[in-house]
């Protein structure tokens, strides 16, 4: 005889920050969610690993007694500068950000919500049904959510056009706690991460302590020439002085979609997509967390406002969703910047000479592209 079918009101498919953002906005609403993730918790992330303080406050967190259990490094500047080139460090006596670990955060935000969470279980089958959606051949519920990231199945069914005409922004990195002696002998200031904008504009590379932990990355629109950057990022690094001694070569790649080139829809009749799923990742500085949260929440308002259960996955619903998103973030329409209309080698020199001075990098590069102040 076979099992029963449950219900639930809404299922997530991914338990990273979106998905746990939606489920602990919905905490109070009286509807049944169910979240689904393949992964165990705490499990490995690829991730740089800043979150601006805004994102603490939207979920109700309190830094301190977040780093009561968990990595937490305060951040009062960046060290910015081009490839090669001129330098610029920028502080603040305010802290401007927060260095985590994503294993430890995204366990820590998972673990706060009251939803019925399924850790090592994939979404394996979507199939319609009359009253919405079959999940799994065992879950029957109106609404199903996108927030499993990049690659989330849910996403697949809401693309514009063939997966690989997609924008990716691909980047390699590595995260490792240093050993004693690799601590004492690394130089980078914990508060001040640096980033290393590549000459042509398309990418950066970053490296960013977390007490003994050392996150060391480069992200790029041109996927082909990914390792060669990385390798000569690494090179300058080590020119610098700047790497440990014996640091591993394990590094790993991910991947996201930038907000305004992200060809996903955000929802269709019973499913919507939130974080990285949907392709949110801030356009200059790559930034996914906040946008993650930020659509997790407006999403869970607005199915709270629903008139009722089953009109979770209405389309009239989800583009209340829809609209709320746009607001916050801006058109999703891709405007070049000027860099854009101008010649490669022109690119280059005014990069070299403009990102390293301390005014362009403290109110450009840092306050606009990365704390979106």
């Known amino acids: 005889m076979a099992a029963p079918l449950e219900s639930a009101d809404v299922v997530i498919i991914g338990g990273g920050p979106a998905g746990s953002s939606l489920a602990l906005g919905l905490g109070e609403s009286g509807l049944r969610v169910v ?8 499990r490995d992330k690829l991730c740089a690993g800043w979150v601006t303080p805004p994102v603490f406050e939207a979920l109700g967190i309190e830094p301190e007694a977040y780093a009561m259990d968990h990595v937490l490094q305060p951040i009062h500047g960046f060290r910015v500068g081009v490839s090669g080139g001129r330098e610029s460090a920028t502080h603040s006596d305010e802290v401007v950000s927060y260095g985590i670990r994503r294993c430890e955060f995204d366990a820590h935000l998972l673990s706060r919500t009251d939803s019925d ?19 799994n051949d065992s879950i029957q519920a109106p609404l199903v959510v996108g927030a499993g990231g990049h690659f ?17 922004i691909a980047a390699q990195e590595i995260e490792f706690r240093m050993t ?9 200031a914990a508060e001040t991460p640096q980033i290393s904008f590549l000459r042509d504009l398309k990418g950066y590379g970053w490296i960013f302590r ?3 932990w050392l ?3 480069l992200g790029r629109q041109d996927r082909e020439h990914l390792s060669k950057h990385l390798e000569s990022f690494l090179g300058e690094l080590r020119r610098a002085g700047r790497l440990p001694p014996d640091m591993p070569k394990d590094f790993h790649g991910h991947a996201y979609l930038l907000y305004d080139q992200a060809p996903r ?3 269709d009749e019973g499913l919507a997509l939130i974080g990285d799923a949907a392709g949110l990742a801030y356009p200059r500085s ?13 999403l869970a308002r607005t199915l709270r406002n629903a008139s009722s259960a089953d009109k979770l996955g209405a389309p009239e619903t989800l583009a209340g969703y829809e609209r709320d998103l746009l607001d916050r973030f801006g058109s999703r329409e891709h405007r070049p910047g000027p860099t854009d209309r101008l010649p490669a080698p022109l690119v280059r020199f005014l990069a070299a000479r403009l990102l390293g001075h301390p005014r362009i990098a403290r109110d450009i590069v840092v306050r606009r592209w990365f704390l979106r102040a």
């Open 265 to 267: 829809r955000l929802f």
């Open 286 to 298: 790559g930034e996914g967390i906040r946008p993650a949260v930020e659509s997790g929440l407006l």
């Open 117 to 135: 969470v399924r850790e090592g279980e994939s979404l394996r089958s979507l199939e319609r049904q009359a009253s919405g959606w079959l999940v």
């Open 210 to 212: 977390k007490g003994d």
């Open 35 to 42: 979240i689904l993730d393949r992964a165990r918790f705490p």
């Open 180 to 188: 004693p002696e690799q601590a004492k002998a690394c130089p980078v």
């Open 152 to 168: 989330c199945p849910v996403a697949r069914r809401l693309m514009l056009g063939p997966k690989s005409e997609e924008p990716l």
């Open 215 to 217: 996150n060391v990355g």
